[in-house]
DNA sequence: CTCGGAATGTAGCCAAGGCTACATTCTGTT
DNA sequence: AACAGAATGTAGCCTTGGCTACATTCCGAG
């Protein structure tokens, strides 16, 4: 599992083992992009909200809340979120700081996919899946497609 | 499981159980990436070489041979595939059009993000990861916008 | 023709991410 | 204060996609 915690870029991932090819990288990004999705989520529902709650999270996911409390319980492992029993669900200063640089990705990729006409339904839902796969250097690239308009 | 033998567009997907968010959407849609992969990378070994064979196909992947063959057995099961023993592996009929539409794809992806100015090995390595969470409507954008230059 | 190394295949293990079923705790209404 | 129903948590199971270790088959040099 790469470690999330780091500060600086949005990809902290450690080395590939070897000469993976671009393949593997795209599969390796694919391991950090649940706890990326749970962290932006956690950080929305607690900023117009002031709580989050597994059931919530569940549902906002899509997925069964025994799934989300065991997804939970990783972010803890990870030392995104802390959690006491029945008292929901809180992000730790790296989680908060991660939700944060996600955030603004996603931001990005929406408008990057705006910018070339994609239908705003369509984007929001693409760019979901899209920005767990775009790299520091693509992210550039794209704030410095917007910024040029 | 998707099913990836359809014709029609590139994200033959079942529908939702019900409701799911976006975030599920995404989600979902990661079940098909890996045999997209295979499928795309055998037909490009079949073509320019006339041979798929599993060592081959891990070493490109950058996985372990077993992990190849196990995957193999699975596009095989999907019926995208055949093989038999020791004979190196070849794509049926919905496997050679699954390849088809995903290379398209992958074209469409790499042209544009070249085209808003990403490097070109930024564009081919995160392209692998992106083109699997691209929709219909999203890469027709991407077509048009290419197409208006 | 045979024999050794490479390729292929099999078995069994692991973690992630999903589920259902069941147990426990909380909480709002009476 | 007590209880019912909702929320939360636990246990156990499944599939995917990885891996290593071991077994088998193929094939090219001698």
Redesign the pocket.
Known sequence: ?PDLTMETPIRPLPEEPTQASRFGKA?TAQ?G???EDYVELISDLLTDGGEA????IARR???????A??????LKREGLAV??????VFLTEAGESLAARVRARHRVVVDLLLAVGVPFEAAESDAEGIEHHVSDATLAAFARYLARG
């Open positions: 599992m599969r391991s992009a649940l706890l709650r597994p059931t919530d996911l899509g997925v069964a809340h025994a799934t409390i065991k997804t939970i319980g990783r959690a006491k029993p029945y008292r929901g």
